[in-house]
């Protein structure tokens, strides 16, 4: 619910765009994406991050620990951030996050990541920007938010771009 109501604000994906409109992030601007985090996901980033927590792999530990299932590693849900900046403003440089984990997520779970422009600088033709991140399961249950910030060469906000 209450990223619906964020949603219904002043937020990017839900403005009219046109193709040849030229859209300019502003303060309070809001970009989205959803994904369903699955057990494929953990294994690769396991691999990548040489993160081998038996929580992430073993669903009677989790179970035993309090868990509901099997978890998805707090930083693959955080890597939502840097994807959904990078892909509005190719060539963007993330310079810093922080981040407070207040639920777990599990395999299965759809997470969207939702990032907040808080505030603008412009510095030698490019920008620094301030986000808040957060990222909600199942459209309302607020399980990670911290600030984000990124050097963008441009405040025109493009198509996202595919990552995959």
């Given at each position: 619910?209450?990223?619906?109501?964020?949603?219904?604000?002043?937020?990017?994906?839900?403005?009219?765009?046109?193709?040849?409109?030229?859209?300019?992030?502003?303060?309070?601007?809001?970009?989205?994406?959803?994904?369903i985090f699955t057990n494929e996901d953990v294994l690769e980033y396991s691999k990548v991050s040489h993160d081998s927590n038996p929580m992430h792999f073993d669903s009677e530990?989790?179970?035993?620990?309090?868990?509901?299932?099997?978890?998805?590693?707090?930083?693959?849900?955080?890597?939502?951030?840097?994807?959904?900046?990078?892909?509005?403003?190719?060539?963007?440089?993330?310079?810093?996050?922080?981040?407070?984990?207040?639920?777990?997520?599990?395999?299965?779970?759809?997470?969207?990541?939702?990032?907040?422009?808080?505030?603008?600088?412009?510095?030698?033709?490019?920008?620094?920007?301030?986000?808040?991140?957060?990222?909600?399961?199942?459209?309302?249950?607020?399980?990670?938010?911290?600030?984000?910030?990124?050097?963008?060469?441009?405040?025109?906000?493009?198509?996202?771009?595919?990552?995959?």
């Amino acid at each position: 619910m209450f990223i619906r109501s964020l949603l219904s604000a002043n937020v990017l994906p839900l403005r009219c765009f046109s193709s040849s409109a030229i859209n300019v992030l502003k303060t309070g601007d809001i970009l989205r994406q959803a994904r369903i985090f699955t057990n494929e996901d953990v294994l690769e980033y396991s691999k990548v991050s040489h993160d081998s927590n038996p929580m992430h792999f073993d669903s009677e530990l989790a179970r035993n620990a309090g868990f509901k299932d099997r978890l998805v590693q707090g930083m693959l849900v955080a890597a939502l951030f840097p994807r959904i900046i990078s892909s509005h403003f190719p060539g963007a440089v993330y310079v810093s996050q922080s981040l407070n984990f207040k639920l777990p997520v599990y395999i299965g779970d759809k997470v969207a990541g939702v990032v907040q422009a808080i505030s603008l600088k412009e510095n030698k033709k490019r920008y620094i920007v301030k986000f808040k991140t957060s990222c909600f399961r199942n459209d309302e249950i607020l399980v990670l938010d911290g600030e984000a910030m990124a050097i963008l060469p441009t405040l025109a906000v493009e198509q996202m771009h595919s990552m995959e």
